[in-house]
């Protein structure tokens, strides 16, 4: 082979595999898209189920706010009916005046305060802070002289609710006794067991509280009871909100305590701020049960799912490889293939040369070589184009045309109207064989002593599907009585036979001749 022939086979299949390298570059394998996919699926999952939890989590955030808010709500209306109650009786005895500590009108007061919640205790103290007929044995206490309250009520303050002191398990409310000259102090000492009643019909959950503030930040009651005093204006950075609003609901998360949600409501008429506070860690400790749940039911589904997407993946891995060594093995059967019909041209050429040195007449040398020619020519249209079972023959007849006419005479021209039909590549070689023959007849017999002239070469599909082929010459025609002499129209009978199709030379009215043929187009063509 020459290595212009060489020439002719690579640059083809170098064409070819530029693309094939670039769609690998660029486009995913199935396996990997399968895989791809599966994971984008669990992450979808995992995002949704995420999702839900952090809406469920809103919610109950929600409901445990709108919970706390109506709690501390309550509270404050039972605080001020407890409490009310309590300063009403206190002031009853403050307006006795020093009377109030006789002990005549022990049975009057103790009267007027049973209306009090159960538990609750009366003290009485005189100017100088010492009990004055106070039941012996009970938990109030002998003096009050050295608390700040009493110097406060001695100083001129009718009323005080003190911070919570040593003794959590109660909460005192203290009442000047006399105007302006300072008779005493009344006192009644109320049992935290009052705001465990008042938590107990809310059912805010594990680590709720309930707690009594003063406005200005001072603890004075607590259920759980916290020892101590403790001023939340110090201590809470939501303070000042709680003391720019009348109700409302905040969270709170402080450091290596538990997350709260608080609900607060202002007793503007006791100078007190009740709150009902709700572990949101226990709020949420339901929900977190049933993530787990799920989690138990997604996670095996989502390892499942990325199995079944591994194995998937392999066997598609494996139909890959397949696929690309069938894919190695068409490819080299085209080179092949191209090889073939190459050598073939090549030594149909030669078989030309060869011809040509021959000593025989040259009007049959032309013609033969024609014919070689022309089977040469479809074997190279074959391996210059990538499909070797359909021959696409418009650019096959146009360069056989065309080397037809260059050795005629240059006074008559050919007129091309070919459609690009596709042929089967067994019909390329007989189609081409009598084109060859039925337009070198044309130009050596229909325009005798130099005359001018037209031949027209007509290639369509027929209404019925098959292919047609027309050659017609404006020439001097032909007397179809005359029976026709040499091998032309022997060898067209042949091919018309090979190719299954049917021919006619007919002698048209107008003159010239006109040859029609007409057979059947691959299965593949439209």
Not at 60 to 83: E, F, G, R, Y
Not at 454 to 469: F, W
């Amino acid at each position: 082979m020459s290595g212009e022939g060489l020439a002719d086979l690579t640059a083809p299949a170098g064409k070819m595999a530029a693309p094939l390298n670039t769609l690998k570059r660029g486009r995913w394998s199935p396996s990997v898209i399968v895989v791809t996919l599966a994971l984008a699926l669990i992450a979808v999952i995992f995002a949704i189920f995420g999702f839900l939890c952090w809406q469920a989590f809103g919610t109950i955030a929600d409901a445990a706010k709108a919970k706390s808010q109506t709690a501390a709500n309550i509270v404050a209306d039972d605080v001020q009916w407890a409490l009310g109650g309590a300063f009403t009786g206190l002031k009853f005895i403050a307006n006795l005046g020093p009377a109030a500590l006789d002990p005549a009108n022990r049975s009057t007061i103790e009267t007027a305060l049973k209306a009090l919640p159960s538990g609750a205790q009366l003290g009485l103290y005189d100017a100088a802070g010492n009990g004055s007929g106070n039941a012996a044995g009970s938990a109030l206490p002998a003096s009050i002289a050295d608390t700040g309250y009493f110097a406060l009520l001695e100083q001129g303050q009718e009323r005080e609710i003190p911070p919570l002191d040593a003794d959590a398990s109660r909460f005192i409310i203290a009442q000047r006794l006399g105007g302006s000259s300072f008779a005493g102090v009344a006192i009644l000492v109320m049992p935290m067991s009052l705001l465990e009643a008042f938590w107990a019909p809310q059912h805010l959950g594990p680590a709720s509280t309930l707690i009594l503030n003063r406005d200005d930040g001072w603890m004075v009651g607590r259920f759980p009871a916290l020892p101590g005093p403790l001023d939340v204006s110090k201590t809470s950075a939501f303070w000042p909100e709680v003391v720019a609003n009348d109700s409302g609901t905040y969270t709170t998360s402080p450091p290596g305590g538990t997350n709260r949600v608080v609900g607060f409501k202002h007793i503007k008429e006791l100078g007190l701020v009740a709150f009902a506070t709700i572990s949101l860690d226990a709020a949420v400790s339901s929900l977190w049960s049933s993530i787990i749940i799920v989690l138990w039911l997604l996670v095996p589904i989502a390892v499942l799912l990325l199995v079944f997407a591994l194995i998937i993946a392999r066997m598609l891995r494996q139909s890959e490889r397949t696929q690309a060594k069938l894919s190695a093995a068409v490819a080299h059967n085209e080179v092949l293939f191209r090889e073939i019909h190459h050598r073939v041209k090549n030594n149909l050429q030669s078989v030309g040369s060869l011809l040509q040195m021959q000593p025989i007449d040259k009007a049959i040398k032309v013609n033969m070589g024609q014919r070689i020619a022309a089977m040469s020519a479809v074997h190279e249209h074959i391996y210059r184009s990538n499909s070797f079972s359909t021959v696409m023959v418009k650019g096959y007849l146009e360069t056989l045309i065309e080397n037809i006419r260059g050795g005629a005479d240059p006074r008559v021209s050919v007129v091309e109207q070919l459609d690009d039909l596709a042929v089967d590549k067994d019909a390329a070689t007989p189609l081409g064989l009598i084109v060859n023959e039925v337009v070198a007849n044309a130009f050596k017999h229909a325009f005798p002593d130099g005359r001018e002239g037209i031949i027209t070469v007509r290639l369509d599909k027929a209404a019925d599907g098959s292919g047609r082929l027309t050659v017609e010459d404006n020439g001097v025609g032909f007397d179809p009585a005359v029976p026709a002499k040499g091998i032309g129209q022997r060898l067209i009978r042949a091919l018309t036979e090979q190719l299954g199709g049917v021919s006619t030379m007919e002698a048209p009215a107008t003159g010239g001749s006109r040859f029609t043929l007409t057979f059947p187009l691959a299965k593949t063509a439209n």
